[in-house]
């Protein structure tokens, strides 16, 4: 997924939020991102700049809490954190592993003044 769209799609979450809550000003979006979706902090931040301009939202803080990518072996039914590019089990080296964390992309809160 490109970052210009999620960038505008976390946009009009916060948007449509902030108008549920009669706010004038969106101060902070708190998002999560798990290290699989590849996204870019600075390249959000930098959209969002862009396509926050004339909305309430303009002078928001973007903030990213990271999920590390976790997985589950399905051989020996360990949990681990995956780093890198070695995708087998530490414990077993088996390849028929799960991913259980990393893909997460959605707004946790916002804070509206
Ligand atoms: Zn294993």
Partial sequence: MHELAITQGVLDIALEHAKNFNANKIMRINLVVGEMTGIVDECVRFYFDFISKDTIASEATLSFERVPIKAYCRDCD???T?????????SCQSCNIEVIAGRELYVESIEVE
């Fill in 78 to 80: 360990a949990t681990f």
């Fill in 82 to 90: 995956l780093s890198g590019l070695d995708w087998r089990c530490p």
